[in-house]
């Protein structure tokens, strides 16, 4: 019988096995994105209908401020606890990162200054998936850093369902101050944000929120065509987990499959020096699988993108994770810190922590991350990713005299002569 | 006859005019790089014979310590000397900037704590170009950011040339500590990059430096494909200039050219209350660009994307820039520096000094800046830019009890059950 995970040896795990972008899918978001920019409303309208079977006009595509109200009477309490502790904790954090990434450096140069002046970015648009599950946990993800870096306008999107907008949603909008949220979903969405709907709404400098293949493709287009910025485009979400001495392997299982219920391409890699250990992990996947009501997501990516790997050494597992550079690295067992010490490439690290806690806001980080091994070069939301730097130079005319030989040689020697003239012409006594 | 620049008043100006990556540059540019993918060293040569007319074989693609070494003594004091200053005065303000950047942001949340902690990039590619005009000033202004960041390894990619690398591109790279420079132009050096070369060189993380618009579609490939982080995608440069009282149009004029030689459509635009201030500062460009050796380029872009914009106001201006978002933001005259405030969106603002100075270094910012409207939402590169951040999270076992109810909650409100299971196995008395 075949095993549900696949247990392996080092030299047979290949990091290389994560999907990306298929091309069929960036040709149809470019074309939905185009046709959006060309036909505005009535273009989203007949996408609302295609995809979301939803009659969408530019007087119902505005959540009303009284559905928003109602929004919170809709939940339970423990919901809105929920909310409420992930959006305190989050929200601590973010604003102890606004303090550093806000710092304006001056420095004085010669007779002159540099400064590098940070400032918000002024328009932000934040997708929302909201069809098959709501996704509120990711609005905050996004809205809360963008608020702490002092970003004044934010607009949501989210595609139109029957029965409105969820109230998960309406609730987590509310507590970030957002009162303009939109009916459009997906790729249209991104297409909104990027272009702006004539009488709509506006155009945003930068996109969030996660989405299906086609909005990240949507993202990447609008990204790369210089429309805006974009938090991070997610390729399927992964963990990568080390179990130390003492790890329990119920808790790495659960964790592998609350990783794997992500999608039908979701990584879950366990590394463990015991090959007992693995077997245990493998036995309580099997267990809990089965136990789960809509198994079938967690099943497919563990399939076929699940690996329990048995490592000689915890040095060599580092050193696995660390070229894995993995969206989410969870360390479990008594050592779990010691081993924290040893990775660099990550989007979050989990310390004796999991995924479902910070997804969740519980932990205080942030749910946006790097994934496919981007995390070698690219970090987890934050203020920062919210913040413009403006170089602002300061020279004075006496010491433009002095340097303006120098500027000049560096011209010639770059063959730039109008720059050698500009450099030379603020010399002392050059003629007016 | 018809004037080498427009004048015009507001509402003809057209912030559009700026020009992107054509798609059939893309389609070369993938092109090229998935051969070097493929093929490696082999690809290289052909490239290299074919774009630079050189036969380049792995014995010859890496520079040796010899050309290195003797590179200081074939340049004049003169060119050291300007060469040096922007190390200078370069350096002084990265180091600042860096004590800002390298902030670890520690926060306690609940009994766990939360910290975003700072590393540089590990290891950084700058592809420095060099055929008709090397440009050392680049290879500077990604060095020297990427230094101050702490990046441990940075490599360097020049065109081969029968004559040897430029001695002041070696000279530049000897300052900065870089041994490792290839022979490699354009596309091949982004895709070499990228992906790497056995057996010559491995891939980097982060790619810097200018290009002609192959590369910088390499670059645009390479980013969104994720494979690396890229400094910035340069369309063609731009200056906007805000002149008020007492602004010498000479000057004006001399800074208009000096953008304008950088390409064939790179957009120089003046600002001015006066109609006659305008008219003088067309004369000068007249006059100026008849005295300059190379003005073919020049010419080009003043005539499809220069223009003289006649305001009415020193706000209207601000307003007109704001929304342009240029590069380069230079603003002459008594009242610069209070101009200066009106404007946020800009990738470096200029008071009263030129971008000959900005762009050697000598007024000690960075001339890696973001084209095309795209200040609104990117920064101008500095340590910044070389700087992941990685959230660690520690979660107390205690904490995680309390706590696994709402994280429960949460995941049933967005349909994730496994995520809800792993959340609710931590709470106190769950199942082993």
């Known amino acids: 019988m075949s095993r549900l995970v696949k247990i392996i040896n080092p030299r047979d795990f290949e990091k290389e096995e994560r999907a990306g972008i298929p091309a069929e899918v960036s040709i149809r978001a470019q074309a939905i994105m185009d046709d959006v920019a060309k036909r505005g409303m009535d273009a989203l309208s007949e996408y609302s209908e295609k995809f979301d079977n939803f009659k969408l006009d530019s007087g119902n595509v505005l959540v009303s401020a009284s559905e928003i109200d109602s929004a919170e009477s809709r939940l339970d309490e423990t919901q809105k606890r929920a909310i409420d502790e992930a959006f305190e904790r989050v929200s601590k954090v973010q604003r102890e990162i606004a303090k550093d990434a806000l710092r304006e450096c001056a420095c004085k140069v010669g007779e002159g200054s540099v400064a590098l002046v940070p ?6 648009g934040i997708y929302v998936p909201g069809g098959v599950a709501p996704l509120p946990s990711s609005l905050l993800m996004a809205g809360i850093p963008a608020r702490a870096a002092g ?37 249209q969405a991104i297409a909104a944000m990027a272009y702006g709907i004539p009488g709509i709404m506006g155009k945003v400098d930068m996109a969030c929120g996660p989405g299906n293949v086609y909005a990240a493709a949507a993202k990447q287009i609008a990204a790369s065509s210089g429309l805006l910025k974009v938090d991070l485009v997610a390729g399927p979400s992964e963990v990568l987990i080390i179990a130390g001495e003492g790890a329990r392997a119920d808790y790495a299982a659960a964790d592998m499959l609350a990783q794997a219920e992500h999608g039908v391409n979701s990584p879950a890699i366990l590394l463990t020096k015991s090959g007992e250990f693995a077997e245990g992990v493998e036995a309580e996947l099997e267990k809990q699988l089965a136990e789960l009501p809509n198994s079938e997501n967690a099943e497919k990516s563990l399939r076929n993108y699940g690996a329990i790997v048995v490592v000689e050494s915890i040095a060599q597992a580092q050193e696995i994770a660390d070229s894995y550079a993995p969206e989410h690295l969870e360390i479990l067992g008594k050592d779990a810190q010691e081993i924290a010490k040893g990775v660099t490439n990550a989007g979050a690290v989990f310390v004796n922590t999991c995924e479902s806690f910070a997804d969740y806001g519980m932990s205080g980080g942030n749910h946006i991350l790097p994934t496919g ?9 934050s203020v920062y990713e919210f913040i413009v730097r403006t170089y602002i130079e300061v020279m004075e005319g006496s010491e433009q005299e002095e ?24 010399k002392k006594g050059a003629k007016k």
């Open 119 to 124: 400032r918000a970015i002024s328009r932000v």
């Open 151 to 187: 970003v004044k306008e934010i607009i949501v999107c989210t595609p139109p369902r029957k029965e409105g907008v969820s109230p998960a949603i309406l609730y987590a909008a509310k507590k970030l101050g957002i009162d303009k949220i939109y009916r459009i979903g997906g790729t």
């Open 373 to 381: 091994g981007t995390a070698r070069f690219l970090s987890g939301l």
């Open 403 to 426: 340097l303006a030989e120098l500027a000049g040689a560096f011209g010639d020697l770059e063959g730039l002569n109008a720059h050698a003239n500009a450099a030379r012409l603020r």
